[in-house]
């Protein structure tokens, strides 16, 4: 008996040998929702021969991620995380590669008038004096760090809201999930609400403030601080991720007929 | 191969839990023949025989074989009064002993196989032993006892549940084994069964030994009272 | 409601059409925790042998913490086993964060004292029949094992399904270790907890029909290669 299972498990590994060279990247679950990675990923295989496996996380976890060396590179939209990071000397430098934006999504109704407001600052001020139910990231990622940045900026302290803020400590898809079963408002990266497959009775009520432009760097982990770091592959990917080719797809990517990122990569 | 006889016992005694099951015990065994022990119920009769055989440790007093502990550990058998079935045929549970010596696999379940026709199981050989009958698991028990041919060969009551014709046969297979050579020591409640078998006799009670003389003397007539009542069929305590 | 038809249709379809992601999915589920398994078993069987036959000063403390490791929760295991295997940790230097490996080392913790707990408790019961017949044979500390592993077969088998069960449907563990990474470390659980948190119920459902149809196969399959069900075997 134990000999047929030996056998089984012998069959199943050997069906899933691989060969070509691999990377470790954290990426942000806003950028894994978009679905850009999956345009991406079989054309940097066809190029470059190379395996980039994503770990989707919150910016926070990608930048302890690449604090400890547990990944190669990571791709983040937080910049005050990105210049900490560079000052502990945790990655070799950060190049700017694309941008989208945040927009605020909410029930259809719209108690709160959010659809009706002048900037995002004064959207953010309509849904807390109607102490409307807003869900938060609440897990130190980009997003939820932009939308913290963005109540400061209204005069609000998120700290002390009551309980019609909710905070979820998740991603974004996840978010959009709990945002959708209770009838909430919520902030959300663009490409992520477009993918999102269980709107519900949400609907995009406001975006365009130039305020809430998302700029994603790239940033390879230091090869000083961790020798095991592949900074080879990591610089041949960031190579790729500015050149005319990956311009030419991040561009051309689009939702429903809506583009989603900007690329803007300096080259 | 050195001589396992004389077994000399002095003063052995086996305690559980302070309560004495068998002792203080003079025993001097010498290698010949078959020895019955008979005694009431609860008299000690299998204590001692696990202590003569060595699973039970002695509490007090000594226990010597003539050869080396190892030696005589390797030539004995023991039958238990309810024979454990090992979960698996009936040729394989034969054959276990052998295998346990590293009589390769074709060789052991051959001479299994023998044995098993032997003893009149020739039939059931793959059948799982946990599905024989009383008597068939005691015949059982005993060619696995006897497949490698033990120097010693120690029952607990071993007709005890069966009826007159599995009785016969085991008795025949016994008498056998003693003729080539095997010593016999054995516990039994069938004074019939005693008299037919015996050479010599132990008489236990209250886990002491009273009587311990040839077959034809003590049932000709014992040297004690307890004896003498024991014989007579009376309850004896 | 609608949902779960359109669950089924879907399941339907990705099982019929072969959907290739499917099968990476399944192989690599499969793979993980059938060698998780194996592992476990090896490491497990033969102590819970040991723990029944030998007899040691904390044998009985051994037991006790053995059955309450049972109730170890999977996902804390996954943290501990994340610290470890870090870089940032003290067996960084393999570079297992990540990986497949990983997850089989985060399920072999895991099912380790399950398997030994259960086949435990049924060894115990064998032994107490077999001790007097195996101490009578001379028999050494092996070889009573070794027969109680081969006679207790079928109750080891139920320790194992039993182990197999836990595994193949852990998620937590796996996640954090595993990073859940697509054509890597994904396996149908994690999977079914990212289509879940797109929001793509319909998918998620047919993943999770696949994952109980596959266990309820391998259970079957483990059943019929033991002849446990068969013709008379005790």
């Not at chain 1, 502990?88 to 190049?95: A, L």
């Not at chain 2, 009936?90 to 346990?100: K, S």
């Not at chain 2, 032993?129 to 607990?156: C, H, N, T, Y």
């Not at chain 3, 501990?80 to 295997?85: G, T």
Request: hydrophobic share 50%.
């Amino acid at each position: 008996m134990k000999q047929v299972l030996f056998g089984a498990v012998a069959a199943a590994v050997l069906a899933t040998a691989s060969i070509a060279e691999d990377m470790k990247m954290a990426v942000t679950t806003s950028f894994h929702n978009s679905g850009l990675a999956e345009i991406l990923l079989p054309e940097i295989k066809k190029d470059l021969d190379l395996d980039v496996q994503l770990l989707v996380v919150g910016t926070g976890q990608a930048i302890r991620l690449g604090e400890a060396g547990d990944v190669d590179a990571i791709l983040v939209h937080s910049k005050k995380a990105e210049e900490r990071f560079l000052a502990g000397g945790n990655g070799t430098h950060r190049r700017e590669i694309m941008y989208n934006d945040f927009v605020f999504i909410g029930p259809k109704s719209d108690g709160a008038g959010v659809a009706g407001a002048e900037t995002a600052v004064d959207a953010l001020q309509k849904v807390a004096s109607a102490e409307a139910l807003f869900v938060s990231r609440g897990d130190d990622s980009g997003t939820h760090k932009k939308e913290l940045s963005l109540w400061k900026a209204a005069g609000l302290d998120a700290e002390g809201f009551g309980s019609w803020y909710r905070a979820v400590g998740a991603g974004m898809g996840a978010a959009l999930n709990t945002a959708s079963g209770m009838g909430a408002y919520i902030m959300a990266d663009r490409a992520s609400w477009l993918n999102f497959g269980n709107k519900g009775d949400l609907a995009l009520l406001f975006s365009g403030d130039p305020v809430l432009f998302n700029q994603y760097a790239y940033l390879p982990v230091n090869p000083e601080k961790h020798p095991h770091a592949k900074n080879d592959l990591a610089m041949k990917l960031e190579g790729w991720l500015v050149s005319d080719k990956a311009k030419g797809l991040i561009n051309g990517y689009t939702i429903n007929g809506e583009t989603l990122f900007v690329f803007n990569a300096k080259q | 191969m050195t001589e396992l006889f004389p077994l000399i016992v002095e003063q052995g005694t086996v305690r559980r839990r302070g309560k004495v099951l068998v002792g203080p015990v003079d025993l001097r065994l010498e290698g010949q023949g078959v020895t019955i022990v008979v005694g009431p119920n609860g008299a000690g009769k299998t204590s001692l025989l696990k202590m003569l055989h060595g699973i039970v440790r002695l509490s007090e007093g000594s226990l010597r074989w003539a050869c080396a502990r190892e030696d005589a550990e390797k030539r004995q058998a023991f039958v238990f009064q309810t024979p454990v079935m090992m979960r698996r045929t009936v040729v394989e549970n034969i054959a276990y002993p052998l295998r346990l010596i590293g009589v390769p696999r074709k060789e052991a379940r051959a001479r299994a196989a023998d044995w098993g026709r032997r003893i009149d199981l020739g039939d059931a050989l793959e059948r799982q032993a946990m599905l024989l009958s009383g008597g068939e698991r005691q015949k059982l028990a005993l060619a696995r006892a006897l497949i490698r041919d033990p120097k010693v060969l120690f029952l607990d009551e071993p007709c005890a549940s069966l009826d007159g014709r599995a009785t016969r046969e085991i008795e025949e297979i016994l008498t056998e084994a003693a003729q080539s050579g095997t010593r016999l020591i054995m516990s039994t409640h069938n004074m019939g069964q005693a008299q037919r078998l015996a050479d010599e006799v132990i008489l236990v009670i209250g886990g002491r030994i009273h009587e311990f003389s040839p077959a034809a003397e003590f049932f000709a007539g014992p040297q004690t009272p307890q004896g003498a009542a024991f014989l007579r069929g009376d309850i004896v305590e | 409601m609608s949902d779960l038809w359109e669950g089924l249709s879907q399941a339907f379809w990705l099982v019929v059409l072969l959907d290739p992601d499917l099968v990476e999915i399944t192989l690599r589920s499969l793979r993980v925790t059938l060698t998780a398994l194996l592992i476990a078993s090896v490491i497990a069987l033969p102590l819970a042998a040991l723990l029944a036959v030998r007899r040691f000063r904390l044998r009985r403390a051994t037991i006790a913490v053995l059955n309450a490791l049972m109730g170890l929760p999977p996902v804390v295991v996954g943290l501990v086993v994340y610290v470890f295997l870090s870089r940032a940790g003290p067996l960084g230097v393999f570079g297992l964060l990540f990986t497949p490996t990983a997850m089989i080392i985060a399920q072999v913790i895991i099912i380790v004292p399950l398997i030994a707990s259960i086949a435990h408790q049924s060894l115990r019961e064998l032994w107490s029949d077999y001790h007097d017949l195996l101490i009578s044979m001379n028999t050494t500390q092996g070889q009573r094992i070794r027969a109680l592993l081969w006679d207790g077969r079928r109750a080891l088998l139920t320790a194992a399904l039993a182990g197999f069960g836990r595994a193949i449907g852990e998620v937590g563990a796996i996640m954090v270790v595993g990073g859940n990474i697509d054509h890597a470390t994904r396996v149908l659980t994690t999977a079914i907890a990212l289509e879940t948190g797109k929001g793509e119920f319909a998918m998620a459902l047919g993943l999770g029909f696949v994952l109980i149809g596959m266990a309820v196969a391998v259970n079957l399959a483990i059943h019929w290669v033991g002849h446990t069900e068969r013709g008379g075997r005790w």
